[in-house]
């Protein structure tokens, strides 16, 4: 028996229904006009939600991950800086990928829980081609000033990472100045994992390695695929076969927040993050990310002296089929993340979690 | 409104009930024990259609062609020779995937529609460090003697794409001698597209890159992400987010196949391809894929005199929700290509392609 569960973690999340109804849909094939069109659908929403009006604006076939590395593979030519802020675990995973494309790749260390110090991740080369930051910090529950970032970049191009901000807090890639963004469908979206939402706008294309190391994540070739090269008068070729369930399904999420509103679906996440995060302090425990910095969809919390992590977590999925995450890193034993996204950002999701966080703690 | 259709082109086919009803179930997350189950019965289930005893055998979570990226990614050197034999557009691709790489790639060219010339590809090179072959060609619908590849492969890796064989004609990873195989989901293991089952031997990760350009499909940090550290007494380790919904369908696909019995499920494509073959013959229509090598899960067939091939394939479209696939590369307009695959490997899709095709064309 295949258990219920309320995922209550920093990833995945209970999708919205109308995700998980589109998945059970009979099939299309990947050339369906049908499908295509579903393809479009899916490019325009994401889009809306990234702030952008870039063509290239995609969902990747393989998980937020793989967009990082499409970011980076796409875009770093041998030798060339990426100054990359790293204020937790997705930050340093850039390096390593940044580094595999042959980056001279400069690290801003920060200490976990802070956000990224905009001024000396600037101040930390006097002329790199690519800055690289994490919007919201899925290890930390931190959030970052990408606006400061953007305004501040002079000629480098802006890499970021939104995997646990789109669909849930503002992203306005255009208006921040972002060039190069991926995320995951998991998170806020509302969507089970399997694709990466990417965009690119025309000064990082026009900057791009033209045969990067990787053919699977070629942007030139993936213009392609979605209907951007059909927009500039070209014609949709055949890339590898899309994964057409998990794209109807992104697409039907997609549709879910456009209805009821990207304001009122930031607005939701805000409230049920507040709320998570008012009634943890007073069941007396400690929030990890700095304060002014912690983001509603995802929070960070102490585990209490003498409790042992894995435990309360062990208990909280038998007893409630509640999961929460442990901690990254070093913080793996030290602290829980807990995450209200998509469909859980409501005052429900926040009453049940603290009802049962609560009463296996014994603190109510 | 999403039409049904009827997929008998080159995949993706209909999923099997049983993938589709997996997809709607209640997401779990992906260190769920319970996902945790899911993905270790998958990756059993594939050690079983591959043929293998692989410990290294799981899902790539990306599409069939990032299995191809995986496999030249983890195991060519700069510098290696790499010996393809292309007998279509996939091996065509395997030769600007592993170019990529870095590799001194050896081109072993073969007319389409004729299997792969084992002699003249062992002869192309003294000493290859990789052999590589497509078992089933996809654009072609020709099949290749992979067996008798591995019996002359020498002290060379045997690198196999089986994306379209998997789950539809026998292949015996291990008794052939292949070193490295990647399929995809969407062809005769009957799920949708997303997933790349993937299997490497000892011998083959024994002599991979330490560090490859690629951090995704890097196989070295991938060993922990399934249960195949575990075995080796290690431990189960967060790599990426895995995409849960996609694998509890393979999961329950493999489960469909393996409740058939796999004998059962390829004499089940062998048959409907032979009397789709015949009928098609029957109905005065030429096939394109040499006699001999004719794969039953796809069938070439050439676009008669005279006949329009995208009008054809649109009536059948739009008046019977059949898709069929056209020709690839040179054959886009000359060459159709009907998949039975999965569930449509039975009686009732051949009765219904060849009565459709049939009327479509007139010749019934």
Not at 51 to 61: E, I, Q
Not at 306 to 327: F, N
């Amino acid at each position: 028996m295949i258990p219920e569960r309320h995922l209550f973690g920093p990833g995945p999340c209970n999708p919205y229904a109308e995700a998980t109804e589109a998945l059970a849909r009979p099939l299309l094939g990947h050339l369906d006009p049908a499908f295509l069109q579903i393809m479009d659908e899916a490019c325009d929403g994401l889009r809306t939600v990234w702030g952008t009006d870039n063509a290239r604006t995609l969902p990747l076939s393989a998980t937020g991950s793989a967009g990082m590395e499409a970011a980076f593979v796409n875009t770093v030519h041998p030798g060339d800086v990426v100054v990359v802020a790293v204020n937790g675990l997705f930050g340093q995973r850039m390096c390593d990928v940044a580094a595999r494309c042959g980056a001279e790749v400069v690290p801003v260390e920060h200490e976990w829980g802070a956000p990224v110090d905009v001024d000396r991740v600037v101040a930390a080369h006097p002329s790199p081609s690519i800055i690289a930051a994490v919007h919201a910090e899925t290890s930390t529950g931190v959030r970052s000033d990408i606006a400061a970032l953007g305004a501040a970049k002079g000629d480098a191009l802006l890499l970021v990472d939104a995997v646990t901000s789109l669909g849930g807090i503002p992203v306005a890639a255009d208006e921040w100045g972002i060039d190069i963004g991926y995320a995951g469908t998991q998170k806020c979206l509302g969507v089970a994992p399997g694709l990466a939402p990417f965009t690119i706008n025309d000064r990082a294309f026009g900057r791009r390695v033209e045969r990067p190391q990787s053919w699977y994540l070629d942007l030139g070739l993936l213009g392609g695929y979605v209907g951007e090269a059909e927009q500039r008068g070209g014609k949709r070729t055949y890339h590898h076969t899309a994964p057409v369930a998990m794209v109807a399904s992104l697409r039907a999420g997609l549709h879910r927040i456009l209805e009821e509103g990207l304001e009122a679906v930031w607005a939701r996440h805000e409230a049920a993050g507040r709320a998570l995060q008012d009634g943890l302090q007073d069941l007396g425990l400690e929030l990890f990310a700095q304060e002014g910095s912690r983001l509603p969809e995802l929070t960070t919390v102490k585990v209490p002296e003498g409790v042992d992590s894995a435990t309360v977590r062990a208990r909280l999925l038998a007893d409630y089929d509640i999961e929460i995450g442990g901690g990254a890193g070093a913080y793996a034993a030290s602290v829980w993340r807990i995450g209200l996204m998509g469909p859980n950002a409501n005052p429900s999701s926040v009453a049940l979690l603290l009802a049962a966080l609560g009463e296996t703690l014994g603190r109510r």
